[in-house]
């Protein structure tokens, strides 16, 4: 009798075990559930050690999260931070779904801009999670700091990330904000087709956020082409381009003659920016803030230099 209970005992606590002993969360191990920006309910492992990230920006936030040591592979277009040039690398598009299965990540992460929610399809037949992540406010990249920090168990090291990202952004908000006139500022990606930013686009946060004020910021389209008419009606007072560091302003002109008219043509106030500061949401975004200010403002900063990149995260 006694051998029979004890089987009896230990057959119960194995069925209390298997169901997580009444189905407490906490049980290590056990999958956790979280919302994602697209609202999908995605399953996670109660432990993630390996991470793979679908879009440069969401590596950046990695590693400023304190988690750039899970990562195990990244796009061939990532090339920030510096740590990443080690990493096993995959093709972004198309994405190369076989190779990122082969890297055996415990969790994807990806950025609804870029990436296809339908390949969580894929993902999810074998196995991955896939969490997506969205960036329409300047905001939204301390909020995902603190988002990737608490699936990737390093909450105290983003935390402080993003209270540190908040707190720069608020010093040049300070700054800026009693400026008594906003530069009317159009911001360009592409110099030829003049591809824009409309309205739900961090971009005109950041012109704000620099003391100006956007020329698209309520242009209904989320990806406005603009025609030459509209920039000549708009008439912007500085013109910001994602054209590289060593751009010829010039060569706007050439591209639409008809600017002749335009304030900022006249007064030589067209600056171009690195594509990578302005086009990633990633904490960068303040640097871009920064040189964006003082052009708008020269009179607010410091006559020399220009603002420090922000700091690599181990």
């Given at each position: 009798m006694n051998g029979l209970r004890s089987g009896y005992l230990v057959l119960i606590l194995s069925i209390l075990l298997a169901q997580g002993c009444g189905g407490n969360p906490e049980t290590p191990g056990r999958p956790a559930s979280a919302t994602d920006d697209l609202g999908r309910t995605v399953q996670l492992p109660r432990t993630v050690?390996?991470?793979?990230?679908?879009?440069?920006n969401l590596t950046e936030i990695v590693f400023a999260a304190g988690a750039g040591h899970k990562v195990v592979g990244v796009t061939t277009v990532d090339n920030y931070p510096s740590a990443v040039q080690a990493l096993p690398r995959f093709g972004a598009l198309p994405l190369d779904i076989e190779a990122i299965v082969a890297l055996e990540p415990d969790l994807i992460l990806a950025n609804d801009d870029i990436n296809?929610?339908?390949?969580?399809?894929?993902?999810?037949?074998?196995?991955?999670?896939?969490?997506?992540?969205?960036?329409?406010?300047?905001?939204?990249?301390?909020?995902?700091?603190?988002?990737?920090?608490?699936?990737?168990?390093?909450?105290?090291?983003?935390?402080?990330?993003?209270?540190?990202?908040?707190?720069?952004?608020?010093?040049?908000?300070?700054?800026?904000?009693?400026?008594?006139?906003?530069?009317?500022?159009?911001?360009?990606i592409?110099?030829?087709?003049?591809?824009?930013?409309?309205?739900?686009?961090?971009?005109?946060?950041?012109?704000?956020?620099?003391?100006?004020?956007?020329?698209?910021?309520?242009?209904?389209?989320?990806?406005?082409?603009?025609?030459?008419?509209?920039?000549?009606?708009?008439k912007p007072d500085v013109i910001f381009g994602a054209f590289g560091a060593s751009y010829d302003p010039a060569r706007l002109l050439a591209?639409?003659?008809?600017?002749?008219?335009?304030?900022?043509?006249?007064?030589?106030?067209?600056?171009?920016?690195?594509?990578?500061?302005?086009?990633?949401?990633?904490?960068?975004?303040?640097?871009?803030?920064?040189?964006?200010?003082?052009?708008?403002?020269?009179?607010?900063?410091?006559?020399?230099?220009t603002p420090a990149a922000l700091p690599e995260t181990p």
């Open positions: 050690e390996r991470v793979v990230s679908l879009a440069p296809n929610p339908r390949d969580t399809e894929t993902f999810e037949a074998v196995g991955l999670p896939t969490f997506f992540f969205s960036f329409q406010g300047l905001d939204d990249v301390s909020r995902s700091i603190r988002a990737v920090g608490s699936l990737l168990g390093t909450a105290a090291h983003a935390e402080a990330a993003a209270d540190s990202l908040e707190a720069a952004i608020a010093a040049l908000r300070a700054r800026t904000g009693g400026v008594e006139t906003r530069p009317n500022t159009l911001f360009l592409g110099d030829e087709t003049l591809y824009a930013f409309g309205s739900e686009s961090y971009m005109h946060t950041l012109i704000e956020l620099a003391g100006g004020r956007s020329t698209t910021g309520t242009l209904d389209t989320v990806r406005p082409v603009l025609s030459d008419e509209f920039v000549l009606t708009e591209h639409h003659p008809t600017w002749d008219i335009v304030p900022a043509i006249q007064t030589g106030r067209v600056y171009s920016l690195d594509p990578d500061l302005v086009l990633r949401a990633t904490p960068r975004l303040l640097d871009a803030a920064q040189l964006m200010a003082r052009r708008l403002h020269p009179d607010l900063f410091e006559p020399a230099g």
